[in-house]
């Protein structure tokens, strides 16, 4: 007998472990079931787990950060109890962006976000404009990181709007947008309709940045029911599943079903492989761990910095919104529960700096 | 003599958006408007200025709205996602139903109550509508599948169709499956051999 789990989640590339602990069955070896519930936005996903809707739901990671800090949603305080993916993330510009950038000579090598950042600022005609698809999201926390390192001000110099996916495509051609950076598969798909080309993967920017994350209420990781636990540990065995090349074709098959994403194989595997095609024309480029799905555990260090960011940006007081971040990734339930796990051989943490060679651990308290 | 609330409703389908209308008008007098072209939305709504916005718990442009409600801009007015906290049930009556009501600050829980309720009983009405459409379509869709798995099998094996539909059934309860699933099998592998 398995206990029956309800579970949102969004049909993006990074809902794999939970697609993948489904599809495998790693659900049931763990005596839950998996109920997926598929939503079409972010803030319908935190208000069905705060209102007990589904138990858990895939959330961007600084969902819970923002909640806590009493910028988002009516519910209780959320928790993020794993991490779901890193990275994955890509930012793309419009066609019209793209013919500046190419006048201007830049070369499209989609890695080094350093020159990628000064031509698309150089390329802007006035406020760059850019389209995110959630206020709370590594999106627009890697964009400002990356626009002001770069010297852009924020927010005069840049305007950063929350535009749904759906929406990019038109918006992009209407021109009220330059740019956007979205999760896969809205990259691809926006240079598969033709309505934009892909200049920088997000790891480019922050390599190891955790970009989606299992969210709980903060009272349910408190006690952490089995159920849940065996959740943790299911999604665990998906993350090691999916680290394996060969099983990559599998995993895009599982992907793109009916329930799930509804769009080509081929598509996904762009994502999955690394190997994006990033114009209409057809160029393509490789990025090494574009997308990761095995660095599970919740950081400390991931939290304090969305909170110090969160609040220089909203004006409120940064130790304590600090404070309040961490405590909302749950990194001591996570590593007690994979440890526990027969076989579990821990993986070594990456040790990763933005691309201007900033630190996450920076903003830790001493 | 109260101001009239001005509500704006988020919907792109128009016979939709008509009948939430008609509820919120025998529920009391309000000031209407309804934004159904998705990429004006944040702009219809600083040019209405309205007091309520409601919307489907699910249109992906609810995302858009998160970010009216950090109001950073002077002249914005504050908005919260509903939530009297002295009524918790109303919120989650109304997440049930699928609507989300964005309020600005400061309106008076008796004021919004009887609009959050004639929303509630108008979205549960949807959502119900939307649930059984979506199980007929599957049924259907499923129906032709297992037809087609059906017909493949009478032609390779030379048997009738309820033949056909047992060895199906058998296959499927063997394995542990859906016979809608095993249906679906044979006829993607038969794409490849035909």
Partial sequence: MTTHLPVGFLPLIDAAPLIVAREMGFDRAEGVTLDLRRAHSWSALRDMVSFGQVMAAQMLAPMPVATALGLSGAGGPLAAVAVLSTNGEVIGVSRRIEERLRANGHGFDFHDAHAAGLALIAAANGPLRIGVPFPFSMHAELLYHWLTALGLPAPAGVDIRTVPPPLMAAALAAEELDAFCVGEPWGSMAVENGSGALLLPGAAIWPGAPEKVLGVRADLADTAPEPLCGLIRALWRAGEWLADPSHRTSACAMLSGRDYLEVPDEVIDRALSGHLTITPRGDSRSVPGFVDFTRYTPQPQHAAWIGTQLAARMGLDRASARAAAMATFRTDLHSQIVHAIPGHQPRPSGFARSFDGQDFSAVLPE | ?194
């Avoid at chain 2, 008008?25 to 709504?45: H, N, Q």
């Fill in chain 2, 1 to 194: 003599m109260q101001r009239r609330l001005k509500i704006t409703i988020v919907e792109s389908d128009p016979a939709r958006a008509a009948l939430i209308e008609q509820s919120l008008l025998r529920a009391g007098e309000y000031e209407l408007t309804t934004v159904t072209d998705m990429t004006r939305l944040t702009a219809s709504i600083a040019a209405h200025n309205p007091d309520i916005v409601l919307i489907d718990l699910d249109n992906p442009s609810r995302d858009a709205l998160e970010a009216l409600t950090l109001a950073s801009a002077p002249l914005e007015r504050p908005v919260a996602l509903f939530v009297d906290q002295s009524d918790a049930d109303l919120t989650r009556l109304a997440i049930e139903a699928g609507v989300s009501a964005y309020v600005v600050d400061g309106l008076r829980a008796d004021r919004l109550k009887p609009i959050i309720d004639a929303a509630i009983a108008r979205f549960s009405m949807f959502r119900q509508m939307r649930t059984e459409l979506a199980t007929t379509k599957r049924a259907l869709e499923e129906r032709k599948v297992i037809d087609r798995a059906k017909g493949l099998l009478m032609k390779a094996k030379g048997i009738d169709e309820d033949a056909a539909y047992n060895l199906l059934r058998r296959a499927a309860m063997d394995q542990g499956r859906k016979v809608i699933d095993v249906a679906e099998a044979l006829v993607s592998t038969a794409g490849l051999l035909s």
